[in-house]
């Protein structure tokens, strides 16, 4: 409860964070891209920026992405896509320190469209990577288009982890999408309820997609089967911008526009963490590190912050007997969770007054909705009259 999980911010953005990509295979670096059009690549023990394109692009950089051979992939608002070298001296083929030579690096390629680009993605093993605009398109890094497979403005999209010709979208007309880009074609859509602004893949299950929806809540998804969600996650009191599942597969980190990181447990339908900072805005995008100890976020504030992902856990090196204690006070937190007094401690979280009023006008709303419903069958109305609540979230589904 007297946790503290903020451990520090980088700086160097004038405007706000809304891009973020993390370098596979590295625990230490993690690029971000602001509304002024800069990109930063952080190294995160150091807190020091090792690599910096301050005008990569004409307004703000709406998506990064690394490629597995360590390249930078970003796209921006102002119609195009740039490919840059990323190396930096901590990989041993790096430029020298000096700020000025790191600034003057030019793009490895570029690639123009004629919209705006909103997400961009790269493929796990092949040469290719994927943007959305007002449509999708497969691009080959030799600067051919080999498909456009869309026809809807695109908020996100990612490939996915195990079976990588799999690419999933969500719409600005509310839809959600899986693609396979051999074939070009939608091989399943559905329409929702609300309009989703983020998605990931589940990386140790590969089935398994995380969305995160204007109607304040995340869906866990299962492609095998789309006629509802698998789970419903509710807590923030806004629209929910960012997710990001934790490495390990087993939780997830979501921030939203009532400027709050949530943190979640997959088998858990309520938060497990709640934070929060007195200057900290909207969380426009959120990402785990590699090591799956650490949560990123970035907001329209220009600050890229780092959490503990346990506000409890203790930093620096860990002996045998620290492991021991704190394993110790799991454990028993686990077997007394039931009882009152400990689970009100254990619970409980310390909100911003405009995110706890909030919250507490919208229980009202939902319980006066969740009476209504209740009136409805008593008197006798046909069972397709009264949804649940997660059948409400898909609208259509089509093959």
Partial sequence: MFAKP?????????????????KPKALNLIASGAGDGGIIVHDLPTRMKVLRFPAAHKGVVSSLCFTEDGRLLSCGVDRLVKLWDAKTTSDGGGLVDDEDSRAMREPLATFSGSTAFNAVDHHRSDQLFATGS?????????????????????TALKF?????SVLATTGTDRTFTLYDIRTAKAERRLVLNFRCNALSWNPTFPTRILLA?????LYTFDVRNLSKPTAAYRGHVAAVLSCDWSPTGDEFASGG???TLRVWREQERTSRDIY????MQRIFTTNYTNDSRFILTGSDDGNVRIW???ASERLGVSHGRDTAARQYRDKLREQWKHDVEVGRINRRRYLPKSVYRAAQTKTEMIRARQDREGRL????AKDGDVKTEISKVVIQEQE
């Fill in 6 to 22: 903020f451990i520090g911010s980088l700086d160097g953005h004038i405007d706000g964070v809304y891009s973020f990509a993390k």
């Fill in 134 to 154: 007002n449509v999708v398109h497969i691009w080959d890094e030799n600067k051919f288009v080999l498909s456009h497979i869309s026809s809807e403005s695109i």
């Fill in 160 to 164: 996915n982890w195990s079976e990588p």
């Fill in 213 to 217: 929806s204007e109607d304040h809540n």
């Fill in 257 to 259: 526009w009532d400027r």
């Fill in 276 to 279: 929060h900072g007195k200057r």
């Fill in 308 to 310: 503990k992902a346990r």
């Fill in 377 to 380: 069958r008593e008197s006798g």
